[in-house]
């Protein structure tokens, strides 16, 4: 994916040490992987990359905002996140990514791309309920709640409408068990 290349990190120049890699994520981001959960996105990546002479220690932190729509009424809002990831890269003689906190990379390698580690991080920092602020915080509702609320009690109404001679029929039962 070449519109990925300022994910790579070419670590065999980087003295050992702390060094900062800053990213910003909008929705061209999420369109590389076909993700179209966000309708916009403006998120704030920071990575906090710790070289050691044997092994790597990456943190990766993200604050920002996506824009979704709201589980209960459908309208979208700015949905604030903060999510981080640790993770550990060692090296070993072939790729490993089975264990989720720690990647091993081939000895041969000499830079690794961050991106799938930064879009995982951030889709899983989103909380799967989703629900407007307005929703919570207002003690007058939404017109969406509303309707639903009717149409639940027009179901109620028609299931109370029953057919008399099953009610007969169910007066045997509870006569039997008396």
Not at 95 to 115: C, G, K, R
Request: hydrophobic share 35%; proline share 5%; with cysteine.
């Amino acid at each position: 994916m070449k519109d990925l290349k300022q994910f790579d990190i070419p670590f065999v120049g980087l003295k050992e040490g702390k060094h900062l890699f800053e990213y910003s994520i909008d929705n061209t981001f999420f369109e590389i992987y076909n993700y179209s959960e966000f309708e916009k996105s403006s998120v704030k990546v920071t990575l906090e990359f710790v070289k050691k002479s044997t092994l790597f220690e990456l943190n990766f932190t993200a604050k920002g905002t996506v824009h979704v729509p709201c589980d209960l009424t459908n309208e979208y809002f700015d949905l604030e996140i903060t999510t981080s990831l640790p993770l550990v890269v060692k090296f070993g003689p072939e790729y490993n990514d089975e264990n989720e906190e720690i990647l091993v990379l081939p000895h041969e390698v000499y830079q690794f791309s961050v991106a799938q580690f930064i879009y995982e991080m951030i889709v899983l920092g989103v909380p799967t309920k989703r629900i407007h602020p307005d929703v919570i915080l207002d003690d007058e509702e939404p017109e969406a709640l509303n309707v639903a609320e009717e149409l639940e009690t027009e179901e109620e109404k028609t299931v109370e409408i029953t057919d008399p001679r099953w009610d007969k029929l169910k007066n045997l039962i509870t006569e039997k068990k008396t």
